[in-house]
């Protein structure tokens, strides 16, 4: 799987938009990039994936760059629920279901 | 509410001993993970199974042991547990079928925390 750099950490202003960069440079072309959060020591929360174009969903957008090198979360208006770490992961499709490796993610501060 | 069930929530048991963790996947789901968070580490996958059937690896131990049922539940068993083994076990399904690659969403349960003392 594709090693991904993420921030150790960010803040972000609440009603702002928090923009959340991933680097993925060796990224292979069936590899799907995806973003969970993990609310303090509660399960992790599946975000959005994606594989080529960006994406959209009720709680975030995912752009991913057209060499498909990094991406970017973004929540659109951050409140301060959405304080967390945020990991993105990127694996290869496959067949029946398969696991996601997380690294150390990004902490997310949203301040009043 | 990601539609994964686990219990217990919490437990304490002492080195030594021998505990059982359960999950319930979502309805429909044939794939169940289980990962391990503790502090140092983060957050490690251990182990899926898929239909009954163990499909991967990862950093689990050998006095750690899991199965699935035909009624697709989950354990994981810990067996000899010792100090280190105190952490939160998480506890994961999801539903893609054989024959497409394709994306994979994971969803969570809440965990299960274990203490060792």
């Known amino acids: 799987d594709a090693k991904t750099t993420q921030p150790t950490s960010m803040d972000c202003a609440e009603g702002r938009a928090a923009n959340l960069p991933c680097n993925h440079s060796t990224i292979s072309g069936n590899e799907y990039v995806y973003w969970y959060r993990q609310i303090h020591s509660q399960g992790p929360q599946y975000i959005i994936h994606g594989l080529k174009n960006n994406e959209t969903n009720e709680m975030a957008s995912l752009i991913i760059t057209e060499d498909r090198k990094s991406s970017t979360l973004i929540l659109p208006h951050a409140t301060l629920r959405d304080t967390a770490v945020y990991y993105c992961i990127v694996r290869a499709g496959g067949s029946g279901g398969y696991a996601l490796n997380f690294g150390k993610g990004t902490s997310l501060l949203v301040t009043p | 509410d990601s539609g994964v069930t686990q219990t217990p929530k919490h437990l304490i048991t002492a080195t030594g001993q021998r505990v059982t963790l359960r999950c319930s996947p979502r309805?429909?789901?044939?794939?169940v993970y289980w990962y391990q968070q503790s502090l140092d580490q983060g957050l490690q996958f251990l182990i899926q199974?898929?239909?009954?059937?163990?499909?991967a690896k990862g950093n689990i131990l050998e006095r750690f042991s899991a199965q699935q049922f035909p009624d697709l539940h989950s354990e994981l068993n810990l067996s000899s547990l010792e100090l280190g083994d105190s952490a939160l076990y998480f506890c994961a399904s999801s539903v893609v079928p054989f024959g497409r690659l394709t994306g994979n969403t994971i969803y969570f349960g809440e965990g299960s925390w274990l203490t060792v003392v």
């Open positions: 309805s429909g789901d044939l794939s």
């Open positions: 199974y898929y239909n009954g059937e163990e499909r």
